[in-house]
């Protein structure tokens, strides 16, 4: 089941666009949730507060295996959701293309609204 559901959520993955980050750069990098998905594909770490657990000072140590959120961040035209360092992608999400993205994610089975879940603040 979680090969089945991961296929499902990487399909939603190719629907965001790419964009290069500055490199080193974690400056969007917050508390970060994940789906239980996404967290077979890493090793766990302890949430550690207003940074994500991945971010060093060198950059995303699991940029391959980010979360859905990570992937949207920069690429939607929201305020919320754009680039500090203004990078970004050709083609912007309007911000119904991201919502439609993060609710089509969210309603896998293995994939817990993580709004709801907290256990990955843990």
Known sequence: MVNTVLLQIQKQYERIPSFQCR??????????????VE???????????????????HGCTIYKHRPLMCRLFGTVDTPQLRCWHGKR????????????????????????DPLQDQSWMK
Do not use: N
């Open 39 to 57: 967290l077979s594909q890493i090793e766990a770490r302890p949430f550690t507060g207003l940074r994500c657990q991945y971010a060093s000072s």
């Open 23 to 36: 490199e080193g750069c974690t400056d969007c990098c917050g508390p970060v949730p994940f789906t239980v």
């Open 89 to 112: 992608p050709d083609v912007m999400l309007s911000a119904i293309q991201g919502s439609t993205i993060m609710r089509h994610y969210l309603k896998h089975p293995m994939g817990q």
